[in-house]
């Protein structure tokens, strides 16, 4: 029986670790802290949603403890604001299949027990580089699954592939409790998301937390030096709630009255801080000339504006343990490593990185087109309109970023998914999109609201 480490035990290291222990591999997991640790003295590593496609290889591990009780999301609203106050456009869009966005500290506190439980070996311990020799020295293959800075230097960063050698947002995460579960006029449970043209990106989304329960996460990336960047140094969880309730107040007035109330969920629930969105080479050279791998975050750091990290992981994971089941005996030498991610990177990674830089970025004017064409959609789960199939396909695209990703630069293929979509002309499309957009352009000129699609008889109680 081939043995396997795996270090860190966050989203990527504990799924891989039960699904190599499924396929009949001795699995070791370090972790540096205990179940219990995860549960009451951890933050929250992100807010981990999850799509179908990366859910449902937890399912078939068996992984899928609160899917009866966490809340489920069922797509996306969007508000885009080129200035802030002008709220120019909407998007409502419907997933095919609902995600899940589950506390990570409840998960892996469930998850480390559930490894014991099937006959994993956990190891509580926190490992250094020369650490990591040692137990590489003990092992057939050693993956490295954790954020810890010394152990991602092992991986070079691969310059061609990361587009951004410095944060792109400074970011801040609170949980929260206390409010209302949902929003009048959208018709589902939706990631709402306001796009603050030169201010950054404000997130909400359902959350099912340890203690809590169903409540939701808020996400706010502040574009660095911007008016939204305001988090930086924050130590207490209090003070991130209470600001990001101002930045709500000044640049999304019309969520503020759902998010006033709003209490943390837990004293440790909340994170700030920044990152450079980042791909790295996949072989980490030890000093005594050991090899070493990466999967997750460590492999590839996404910036969370579109909701890709853990989905991410789980695809990466997916594919790692199917490369190690192809490998049989052979050994696990830099070639497998490197053929390992890039088979992974084609799949799925290169559509991924580019979804989420797409974000990061104006739009372009393919993207531009789109949004104008999708304008009117409004969530119903009985509109099957032209605009409200488009809004569905971007929303799907978190899910499977391949779908449409490759569009967002193409205007010329961009144009012809929309009339696919439609069934008339891009130009009817576009030009139907931009009047409604231009009307509301207009009474905001007069000092009145914008009448965007809502389903006004859709209501939440308090």
Known sequence: MRSIAIIGSGQAGLLAAHALLKWGYQVTLYSDRTPEQWLNESRPTGTAQRFDIALQFEYELGLNSWENDAPWGEGAHITMCPVPGNRMLTLAGRLRRPFLGIDLRLQSHAWMHELTKRGGRIVIESVDVARLDQIAAENDLTIVATGRADLCKLFERDAARSIYDKPQRHLAMVCIKGIPYGFDGIPFTPVKQNIIGPA????????????????????????????????????????????????????????????????????????????????????????????????????????????????????????????????????????????TFE??????????????????????????????????????????????????????????????????????????????????????AVAGGAMGVAREEFRQLRGQQPRHPVVAEYKIAA
């Not at 959609?377 to 009985?382: I, L």
């Open 200 to 339: 950054g990106e404000i997130f909400f989304g359902p959350y099912y937390h340890k203690d809590a329960g169903p409540s939701w996460a808020a996400v706010l990336e502040a574009k660095p030096g911007g008016p939204m960047d305001r988090f930086e140094g924050m130590k207490q969880g209090d003070q991130v709630l209470e600001t990001a309730k101002k930045v709500v107040q000044e640049f999304a007035p019309w969520d503020y009255e759902w998010i006033k109330n709003a209490e943390l969920s837990d004293p440790l629930g909340w994170l700030v801080g920044k990152f450079a969105p980042t791909v790295r080479n996949p072989v980490g050279k030890l000093p005594s000339g050991r090899l070493v791998t990466c999967v997750g975050d460590t492999a590839m750091a996404l910036d969370p504006i579109g909701g890709q990290g853990a989905n991410n992981g789980n695809k990466m994971v997916r594919n790692l343990v199917e490369c190690v089941l192809s490998q049989e005996d052979r050994p696990f030498d830099a070639q497998w490593m490197t053929e």
């Open 343 to 428: 088979r992974f990177y084609a799949r799925h990674g290169r559509d991924t990185y580019a979804f989420n830089h797409s974000l990061l970025e104006p739009p372009t004017p393919a993207a531009f087109d789109f949004l104008l064409a999708q304008y009117g959609s409004d969530g119903r789960f009985d509109n099957s309109s032209g605009p409200q199939l488009l809004a569905n396909a971007f929303v799907e695209n978190a899910n499977d970023p391949g779908l449409l990703t490759p569009l967002l630069t193409d205007r010329r293929r961009m144009h012809q998914f929309i009339e696919k979509v439609t069934g008339r002309s891009w130009m009817r």
